[in-house]
């Protein structure tokens, strides 16, 4: 065969030096290592980042893998906290409260899906409520961590988790490692882009020194300006402000009061909600609403009313509008990160489709004419992915009880057929069908559903194979394995002191 070394894709240019661009970096830097191809990252400290983004999804930790980042190291870095899940306050009725862990609910005890014997067995009285089944729950309330086991007794003890860090000091984390490996960082405002005119390929970028920079596989990491995808190449964009009307934030940390526990918290207010994230040093807050039913003013009060510690910055207000391009890799530009698309942070899910988008990238790596399958199977992988985020935060809003104009209006709203296919399929029978690809298989659904007192109009036949006595006593059994299983856990921040003492790095590394 011939060579065909010609065909290799040699100058890759990242636009943009936040969360987006620099795992890119990181990850190209890996990938390409051996291969005659640069990888170059323009960023401008003047623009800045969009500085907010600090909850992750266990995804996280399989990147963290792949780049072969050691995790007491990152931890110590990022001033990170353990995730094991959500917390949904009052997003049912007022005062409720459930958790989306990172893991399951009980284990096989028969036949049918463990949540059809909860459901017969709450239907008599005699159930504990649906998350005392679960150990990623038990263990975020009582404020335990242990690392899983790498080889479980019982699937009852399998669970995952994520982090919580700083994620400036995350991209700090990922420019070390990205530059190491070859990267080369440029400071400088990319001020005009030049596109071939037969086959509206981008050729280059000037900046503002008046230096033009050339390339041939372009990656967007611009943020919401979509500087190459849309600014230059006019891609358009999927507006889904009519499914999540949420369109602005308020973000300030504060000082920590309380014991932080391994959880992020959402909190249901009037016109949207709020976050709470906490690191080892502070934590994160935010309030997410839509415009259209709170003043900025309101937003702004209502987050500093909740805060639990005193604020360490003043608030910062952030514009957005929910929805994705129309095309996540266009010609020879691929949008990776805000500059892609963007769905309201409430299951911290942005950082988790950068992760794909990367991923997709490097599975699909293209040559240096990209060809139009790729791009199409690309942008085929990432829509699914973008449709079902969209989906599962959706259903947070219509599953809503609450009785304020804002949460009345997301009951009644018109939903994708794809989210009205599950829902019915819950309602009627209790199913949860899995997807093939994309996030948030049954298990995050079941949570919500029941979290939200969305119960099944009937269970499975099979739970009445078995005798009442015997399914209560599985059921306790299973409780008890998991209080005993969360007794034995350290807690939270003893565990994080232990695991960072694992990071032998410099000292000055150490946030
Ligand atoms: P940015 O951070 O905006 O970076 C853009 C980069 O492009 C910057 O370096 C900028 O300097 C550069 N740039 C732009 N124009 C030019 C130019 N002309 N020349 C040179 N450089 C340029 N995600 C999560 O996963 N978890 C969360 O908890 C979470 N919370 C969020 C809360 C809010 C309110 C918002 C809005 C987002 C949240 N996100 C969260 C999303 C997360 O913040 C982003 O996905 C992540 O930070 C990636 O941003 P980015 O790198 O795409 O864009």
Same mark, same amino acid.
């Given at each position: 065969?011939?060579?065909?070394?010609?065909?290799?894709?040699? &100058? *890759?240019?990242? $636009? @943009?030096? #936040?969360? !987006?661009?620099?795992?890119?970096?990181?990850?190209?830097? =890996?990938? /390409?290592?051996?291969?005659?191809?640069?990888?170059?990252?323009?960023?401008?400290? &003047? *623009?800045?980042? $969009? @500085?907010? #983004?600090? !909850?992750?999804?266990?995804?996280?930790?399989?990147?963290? =893998?792949? /780049?072969?980042?050691?995790?007491?190291?990152?931890?110590?870095?990022?001033?990170?906290? *353990?995730?094991?899940?959500?917390?949904?306050?009052?997003?049912?009725?007022?005062?409720?409260?459930?958790?989306?862990?990172?893991?399951?609910?009980?284990?096989?005890?028969?036949?049918?899906?463990?949540?059809?014997?909860?459901?017969?067995?709450?239907?008599?009285?005699?159930?504990?409520?649906?998350?005392?089944?679960?150990?990623?729950?038990?263990?975020?309330?009582?404020?335990?961590?242990?690392?899983?086991?790498?080889?479980?007794?019982?699937?009852?003890?399998?669970?995952?988790?994520?982090?919580?860090?700083?994620?400036?000091?995350?991209?700090?984390?990922?420019?070390?490692?990205?530059?190491?490996?070859?990267?080369?960082?440029?400071?400088?405002?990319?001020?005009?882009?030049?596109?071939?005119?037969?086959?509206?390929?981008?050729?280059?970028?000037?900046?503002?020194?008046?230096?033009?920079?050339?390339?041939?596989?372009?990656?967007?990491?611009?943020?919401?300006?979509?500087?190459?995808?849309?600014?230059?190449?006019?891609?358009?964009?999927?507006?889904?402000?009519?499914?999540?009307?949420?369109?602005?934030?308020?973000?300030?940390?504060?000082?920590?009061?309380?014991?932080?526990?391994?959880?992020?918290?959402?909190?249901?207010?009037?016109?949207?909600?709020?976050?709470?994230?906490?690191?080892?040093?502070?934590?994160?807050?935010?309030?997410?609403?839509?415009?259209?039913?709170?003043?900025?003013?309101?937003?702004?009060?209502?987050?500093?009313?909740?805060?639990?510690?005193?604020?360490?910055?003043?608030?910062?207000?952030?514009?957005?509008?929910?929805?994705?391009?129309?095309?996540?890799?266009?010609?020879?530009?691929?949008?990776?990160?805000?500059?892609?698309?963007?769905?309201?942070?409430?299951?911290?899910?942005?950082?988790?489709?950068?992760?794909?988008?990367?991923?997709?990238?490097?599975?699909?790596?293209?040559?240096?004419?990209?060809?139009?399958?790729?791009?199409?199977?690309?942008?085929?992988?990432?829509?699914?992915?973008?449709?079902?985020?969209?989906?599962?935060?959706?259903?947070?809003?219509?599953?809503?009880?609450?009785?304020?104009?804002?949460?009345?209006?997301?009951?009644?709203?018109?939903?994708?057929?794809?989210?009205?296919?599950?829902?019915?399929?819950?309602?009627?029978?209790?199913?949860?069908?899995?997807?093939?690809?994309?996030?948030?298989?049954?298990?995050?659904?079941?949570?919500?559903?029941?979290?939200?007192?969305?119960?099944?109009?009937?269970?499975?036949?099979?739970?009445?194979?078995?005798?009442?006595?015997?399914?209560?006593?599985?059921?306790?059994?299973?409780?008890?394995?998991?209080?005993?299983?969360?007794?034995?856990?350290?807690?939270?921040?003893?565990?994080?002191?232990?695991?960072?003492?694992?990071?032998?790095?410099?000292?000055?590394?150490?946030?």
């Amino acid at each position: 065969m011939n060579d065909r070394s010609d065909q290799a894709v040699r &100058e *890759i240019i990242i $636009v @943009g030096g #936040g969360t !987006a661009g620099w795992m890119t970096a990181a990850a190209l830097s =890996r990938k /390409l290592a051996g291969t005659d191809t640069n990888v170059r990252l323009i960023e401008s400290a &003047e *623009i800045g980042t $969009v @500085g907010v #983004g600090e !909850a992750t999804l266990p995804q996280i930790r399989e990147f963290n =893998r792949m /780049l072969g980042i050691d995790e007491a190291e990152l931890m110590a870095r990022t001033s990170a906290t *353990i995730k094991l899940g959500i917390e949904f306050r009052d997003w049912g009725r007022a005062g409720d409260h459930y958790i989306h862990p990172f893991g399951i609910h009980g284990e096989p005890i028969g036949p049918a899906d463990f949540h059809h014997y909860w459901v017969r067995e709450q239907a008599d009285g005699s159930a504990d409520e649906f998350g005392q089944y679960c150990l990623p729950i038990v263990a975020a309330r009582e404020n335990r961590f242990d690392l899983p086991p790498e080889n479980p007794s019982s699937p009852l003890h399998a669970y995952s988790y994520a982090f919580q860090f700083d994620a400036s000091l995350y991209a700090a984390f990922l420019i070390d490692y990205a530059t190491e490996r070859g990267v080369e960082r440029i400071e400088g405002k990319v001020m005009a882009v030049e596109s071939d005119g037969e086959d509206g390929l981008i050729r280059s970028l000037t900046l503002e020194s008046g230096e033009q920079i050339s390339g041939e596989l372009f990656i967007d990491c611009s943020g919401f300006r979509g500087l190459l995808i849309e600014q230059e190449l006019e891609t358009g964009f999927d507006d889904w402000s009519d499914y999540l009307p949420c369109n602005r934030a308020f973000a300030v940390p504060c000082a920590i009061t309380d014991p932080v526990g391994p959880f992020t918290r959402s909190t249901a207010r009037s016109a949207g909600w709020q976050w709470r994230i906490p690191l080892q040093h502070r934590i994160g807050n935010g309030h997410v609403y839509c415009d259209r039913y709170i003043s900025d003013q309101d937003a702004v009060d209502m987050l500093m009313d909740n805060l639990e510690g005193e604020a360490i910055a003043d608030p910062k207000q952030l514009f957005f509008k929910t929805g994705k391009r129309k095309k996540l890799w266009n010609r020879n530009c691929v949008a990776i990160g805000l500059a892609g698309g963007f769905l309201e942070p409430l299951e911290s899910t942005s950082i988790d489709l950068i992760q794909s988008g990367i991923l997709n990238l490097i599975a699909l790596f293209p040559e240096k004419r990209c060809a139009s399958s790729d791009i199409d199977e690309y942008n085929r992988l990432m829509d699914l992915e973008y449709d079902r985020v969209r989906d599962f935060l959706m259903l947070h809003y219509v599953l809503n009880q609450r009785d304020e104009p804002f949460w009345r209006d997301m009951r009644e709203m018109a939903w994708p057929d794809s989210l009205s296919e599950k829902i019915e399929a819950f309602k009627r029978r209790g199913i949860v069908p899995r997807y093939d690809h994309g996030l948030f298989q049954p298990a995050s659904w079941l949570s919500v559903f029941i979290g939200q007192n969305l119960l099944p109009e009937t269970y499975d036949p099979r739970v009445d194979a078995m005798a009442d006595d015997h399914r209560s006593r599985e059921l306790e059994r299973i409780r008890s394995s998991i209080d005993r299983g969360v007794g034995r856990m350290s807690e939270h921040l003893a565990f994080i002191e232990k695991y960072r003492a694992n990071f032998t790095g410099r000292p000055e590394d150490a946030a």
